[in-house]
């Protein structure tokens, strides 16, 4: 006789909520679908036309407590589950479409793309293999070489998308890193491998570096000029000083479009040095590639066709949602330096095929079909409509830096190169840090905009990344003018005046 370890009354339970299968998406579940997804969208609607800032000034310490005492083993219904949701997520979200968000490089989204986020949640297909996302994997490679004609890069040029630009820098310098290696001469002992990059690059180029082993000092930060556009001649020196200490330099990382200012590396000049030396290009454009749809400033990015390989971030200048983004490199066959075939998912007999699967040219095996967003909004949209969204935020910017280096209450770190400004209080210096760190906090807890903030040369400084097309000079002016209140106010308490 079988003993049972619970009696039969609990091994099936009367359920007092539906039967989890409801909660499935297939044929028997499509109006709940529907009707759940609708009360979901207008919710959203809702806040998003209700809001009078980018942020509400919660804090998260506050959210975090309420966070904290949900029970999750407590389901709710679909109607007070979003209730909850409005509560703890919705009210108080960083808006980014609000004209007053200036802080990060975080963009409104079109509306093209929410629809194939939609699209693509629902259908949930897997970027890995043929068998499992037939026309995704068509169409991404079908984005992928558009991109790479964007760029120039050549009829033998392939990518793939990624998660951001942090995993498109790691793919791009570990093919840079093993290239080197296959090009050791067997017998030798390995050199030491180095990475030249903008002392204002993105700090993903040190993380790549340590992900990659390169140990300490790998990455040599390369000067810029005062426009923070890395200078050639710095670049030329430290090839020749790498090269006299016996060391490779594997990679050399170039920019286009910084975090802080927006500035563009001279590429040419860069590709010239890196040719001669058979140095790797890797050109970071996450920021800048919002240029390759411009109809009026395309020439910034000259020179970039030279380059190896390329990262881009759809989700920053193209306004997609995240993530978006891609590596691309000039060769293919350099991707076979991510490939590890494995019998249960991609065995080296596919790769015969005519179209290859996606994941023998990446570093993630699962991965969403982002690039339906990409596809929809240039389906929808067009290139020279995203292209037209980037260059407005780019004249704003100008338009901002000369409203700013014409009043006297600020000062400017450079003029900007794309959509990003620099700049601070022009006090004491003595008070001028004090006042930068206390005015960011404040406008965020008062609700009324949002800003960023840098150092530059040790010093703290304030920033714009204007990336709203919608947002004004008139924006800009009233922020500047709450900046000006603020610091006048933290200047006039007796506490800091006694500091």
Known sequence: MTSLAHPPDQLQPTRSTPDPRSHLLDDTSLEAYRSGVADGVDRVARRIGAVDGPVTGASAAELGAVVAGIDLD???????????????YLRDAVFFHHPRYLAHLNCPVVIPALVAETVLAAVNSSLDTVD?????????????????????LG?????????????????????????????????????RL??????????????????LGLGPGAVVPVACDADKRMRTDALARE?????????????????????????????PQIADLCAATGAWLHVDAAYGCGLLVSTRRRGMLAGIERADSVTVDFHKSFFQPVSSS????????????????????????????????????SLATTRRFDALKLWLTLRTMGADGVGELFDAVVDLAAQAYQLLAADPRFEVATRPTLSTLVFRWAGPDERADAVTLH???????????VVASTTVDGRHWLKFTVLNPRTSIEDIAEVLDLIADHARDHLARPAVLAS
């Open 74 to 88: 407590r389901p709710l219904t679909p109607s007070a589950a979003l209730d909850e949701l409005d509560a703890i």
């Open 132 to 152: 499992q996302s037939m026309g995704a994997t068509v169409i991404e490679q079908r984005l992928i070489a558009w991109t790479a004609g964007r760029i120039g």
């Open 155 to 191: 009829e033998h040029a392939d990518g793939v998308f990624t998660s951001g630009g942090t995993q498109s820098n790691l793919q791009a310098l570990l093919i840079a890193r093993e290239r080197a290696r296959t090009q050791t001469p067997a017998g030798t002992a390995p050199r």
């Open 194 to 211: 180095r990475i030249l990059a903008s002392e204002v690059g993105h700090f993903s180029v040190v993380t790549a570096a340590r992900l």
């Open 239 to 267: 090839l020749r000083r790498a090269a006299a200490r016996g060391e490779t330099v594997m990679a050399v990382v170039a920019t286009a479009g910084t975090t802080d200012f927006g500035s563009i590396d001279p590429l």
């Open 326 to 361: 891609a590596v691309l490199v000039r060769d293919r066959a350099q991707l076979r330096h991510v490939t590890h075939h494995a019998d249960y998912l991609n065995p080296a007999r596919d790769a015969a095929r005519p179209v290859r699967n996606q994941v023998d040219k």
């Open 439 to 449: 005015v960011r906090e404040a406008l965020f807890a008062s609700g009324a905009a």
